[in-house]
């Protein structure tokens, strides 16, 4: 009762090759960001502890290869993720319209038990690049998010750390919010028992 | 990134050179993706009958998209290019050995005992990355990135699926494999070299017979640099639509500096040779070859070729064993001068009876490309040389079928280098399930060429038996929602290498080896995982009938085609 359940947020990133996704994670977790071309082998995970409303939570954020998906990554992988973070790259037009795909296979493999409410978040990352590069408008990406379902979206720059904190604050929030949510819908015994020590809110 | 939409020929001829090397330049070649559509669209083409392809107009596919084909293609294989037996062997080597030679002389070692076909595919495609890692400077693909864009469909294990730290380690031992690539070598044939008999071989082994080995004459490989035209020639070539039906086992030749000859086990090419003789090609060839002259030549040769070893594991073997016959050509060492190579280009056209393989003349694209990669510092010794790719091919009708089963994983490991080339009838004699409707009933061999991995949740008679879910997916095409390594029958099977074989007279060689490697898998796993793969594209299984129809069709067309070939190939030798 007194040390509360340790809750473990799995988070998967996906969305096209070159779009940032290993640069986000490493910005996020690692205040860190290297130039380098550097693609990501098959996944790859980091852990970070984030408060949420007085809660410490971990979070794994899986970071995945761009490259041909799902193929090459097991069912497994996917199962028990909380959130899903698609990201595109502002600047490809084409990463941008992939994300309907990335989001479909996603709920295909991952198939979540509640697929539209799963929670999804949106970024759209390098901003940090010329605004005569922009191909894909902060309108065109929120009015896909709004249709489906209304998905946060973000527009960030690993680079230069702009909004990667705050996407990340909301996929750990979301990504809480649907763990618990699952809890509530599959162990209603317990229910009362996880619910109690959330009030509590001594996780430090 | 822009991408620029260019024919399939055309990228290839930038591969090999013959234009602006864009393929080799395109920043993130292999990583970043085409369009998934398109890809699909690539993918659906290639496995689509009677053509396969075979005409498809590149115009309007990118780059990209040819490049995610082949990485898919790959990573859709129902085994790994190394097969899931060898995993852990590989990674081992590379945690445990610390010497870079020994390492080399470790991976060689395991690369012989591979299943042939896909020692042959890993060495092609070993060839093809580190042509591109050569130019990494400017796709920004240097071999670590390549083996991690290529781990998934090389080196990866379902047990490893959720450990992240053993991809790094999977691809760790790629990358090694990708630098070290001019080390290795594939399995040497067992043969004698510069023997004007197989000259003659050559030019009767163009011609099929069934049931029997067929000749897939695959162009010149030199080191990745392939001649686009050789390879339309190629298609041309009798046989070939059998063969790409059909092929199961190749085998193939390459160049190998001839000190490694003299120390590998039943190797006696090139004994012979003088020594300072560093590169010998030699190509095989058989199908319709005299069998008196193979008498001769069995017993020529005697204990030379390795009886023994098919005779311990089959008395029957070791018969098929001789019929592979070889030739093979030398070539003198450490030359690139086109001059140096005539004598072998000559032979070789005899031998395949192609009338532009080779790269003696000096007006050909290749040639001048070669040149100019050598006054640029580029032209890298050939590693790979390949005029001929052997492939036997199960019997239409499946009547040679008293050879019992044997697991090729069985025999591997005791072949000396060069028998691994699987006797011709081997799998002629296999049961026929692949072309034979009416072998649908029959019982997959218990244990299968080795891939079978305890861990994996196969079935235990290796077929895939769980039929897939279809899904529409974003992608615009059906697939299964569970197509994952442990789901072989929904890959694409044979038949997508073999199209994309055809229809890209440059395409990637390593493409076509692979698809050997499939039509193992494929009549390893039995009639029902062919019938899965026949419905892996649409995404659902087919009728039993219409697949067996859809055969029936293939099998008269490409008997009228070989016909029509053969006219051909006299045309050629006429005018040779």
Known sequence: ???????????????????????????????????????????????????????????????????????????????????????????????????????????????????????????????DMDESKRMVSQKRAMAWCQ?????????????????????????????????????????????????????????? | MAQQKVSFKKWWKNITGTKTAKATTTRGIFRVSGS????????????????????????????????????????????????????????????????????????????????????????????????????????????????????????????????????????????????????????????????????NFGLAGAQPSRPGPMTFKSSHYHGGFVNAADHEKLYEQPGFEDELDTGIKRQLSLHKPISEHATLPGNTINRSKSTNSSISSRHSQSGKISSNLLA?????????????????????????????????????????????????????????????????????????????????????????????????FPAPTGSSGNEPFRPSSAVAPNIPRGAQFLPPNRFASEPQLQYSPSATKAVSPPTVSGHIDPSIPRQQDNSYVSPPTTAKTGLGVKRSSATTRKDPAQRPDHSMTIQRAKSNPGDLVSISARSQSHQMSASHTGNHTYEMFKGWISGKNKDHDSTTKEKEKDKVKSEKKRDSLTEKQRKYKSQE
């Open chain 1, 1 to 127: 009762m007194a040390s509360q359940r340790k809750v473990l947020l799995k988070v998967i990133i996906l969305g096209e090759s070159g779009v940032g996704k290993t640069s986000l994670m490493n910005q996020y977790v690692n205040k860190k960001f290297s130039n380098q071309y550097k693609a990501t082998i098959g996944a790859d995970f980091l852990t970070k502890e984030v408060p949420i409303d007085d809660r410490l939570v971990t979070m794994q954020i899986w970071d995945t290869a761009g490259q041909e998906r799902f193929q090459s990554l097991g069912v497994a992988f996917y199962r028990g993720a909380d959130c899903c973070v698609l990201v595109f790259d502002v600047n490809n037009a084409k990463s941008f319209e992939t994300l309907e795909s990335w989001r479909d296979e996603f709920l295909i493999q991952a198939s979540p038990n509640n697929p539209e409410n799963f929670p999804f978040v949106v970024i759209g990352n390098k901003i």
């Open chain 1, 147 to 204: 249709s489906k379902g209304n998905i946060p979206y973000f527009e960030t720059s690993a680079k230069e750390a702009i909004n990667v904190e705050q996407a990340f604050q909301t996929i750990a929030k979301n990504a809480l919010q649907h763990e618990v949510n699952v809890k509530i819908d599959f162990h209603d015994p317990i229910k009362i028992d996880s619910d109690t020590p959330d009030n509590n809110g001594c996780a430090c």
């Open chain 2, 36 to 199: 998934a559509k398109r890809v699909s669209e690539l993918q659906l083409i290639f496995d689509t009958p009677p053509t396969y392809g075979s005409q498809l107009d590149w115009t309007g596919f990118t780059i990209h998209d040819a490049s995610n084909v082949l990485r898919r293609y790959l990573n859709y294989l129902p085994d790994p290019v190394i097969t899931l037996e060898y995993y852990e062997k590989f990674r081992d080597v590379y945690k445990n050995v610390t010497d870079d030679t020994k390492k080399i002389a470790a991976y060689q070692e395991l690369i012989s005992k591979l299943p042939p076909p896909h020692s042959c595919l890993l060495m092609y495609l070993l060839d093809l990355l580190s042509l591109f890692a050569h130019h990494s400077d400017e796709n920004l693909m240097d071999s670590k990135n390549l083996a991690s864009v290529f781990q998934p469909g090389v080196l990866s294990h379902p047990s490893h699926a959720m450990s992240p730290g053993e991809y790094m380690t999977s691809a760790a031992v790629l990358k090694f494999l990708i630098d070290n690539q001019s080390s290795f070598t594939l399995p040497q044939p067992n043969i004698d070299d510069d023997d004007e008999e197989m000259v």
């Open chain 2, 296 to 392: 001769q030549r069995r017993s020529d040769r005697g204990s030379k070729s390795s009886p023994k070893v098919y005779t311990e594991r089959d008395p029957h073997g070791s018969e098929d064993t001789k019929e592979n016959d070889l030739s093979e050509i030398s070539k003198d060492p450490g030359t690139t001068d086109e001059n140096s190579l005539t004598p072998r280009s000559s032979v070789i056209r005899k031998a395949t009876t192609s009338p532009v393989i080779g790269s003696d003349d000096p007006n050909s694209e290749f040639t001048i490309r070669r040149k100019q990669l050598k006054s640029e510092g580029l032209h890298r010794e050939p590693s790979i040389f390949c005029e001929t790719i052997e492939i036997p």
